[in-house]
């Protein structure tokens, strides 16, 4: 699917709007805004995929492709964190590891907070599995997430 524009739904297991920016087939960005934008779809199979993750579903949204425009070593960051099975946490030096960064290393910390924070797709990239950083996900989204996710 090559397609680009604003697509957005109202998910009642979350209790929140999720839109997507899409460009190109490759999802941008991702936000929870209180209502559907008059502006955005709400027809995308993309959509559809977050509401089959959220029925159940694991593997559906590390398959859609996403698009990370950011310095390498927060890029990498992400792009591992996207490899985090669902329910599965960990912890930001954990993360740090897995990127090929040394957490002990001056600044690797706030580089992992920071990609964390600037997470442009949450949901593709779940930094709601991060256990002690917050990421872009709101933090009663990424509670509710969670809760999926383990129960």
Do not use: C, W
């Not at 490759?26 to 993309?46: M, W």
């Not at 920071?114 to 917050?134: I, K, S, T, Y």
């Amino acid at each position: 699917m090559k397609d680009a524009g604003v697509y957005a739904r109202e998910l009642e297991s979350i209790g929140r709007v999720v839109q997507l920016g899409i460009v190109g087939g490759q999802v941008i960005s991702v936000s929870f805004p209180d209502a559907v934008p008059e502006d955005a779809s709400v027809a995308h199979d993309y959509l559809d995929a977050v509401d089959a993750y959220l029925a159940g579903e694991r593997e559906g949204l590390t398959e859609i492709s996403i698009a990370l425009t950011m310095p390498t070593d927060k890029r990498r960051v992400l792009e591992t964190l996207r490899e985090i099975p669902s329910g599965r946490t960990v912890t930001i030096d954990r993360l740090a590891s897995f990127a090929g960064l040394d957490p002990a290393e001056d600044g690797v910390r706030e580089t992992v907070q920071d990609a964390l924070r600037e997470n442009p797709v949450p949901l593709f990239v779940p930094d709601h599995r991060v256990r002690d950083g917050q990421g872009a996900t709101p933090s009663s989204i990424a509670a509710a997430l969670r809760r999926h996710e383990n129960g």
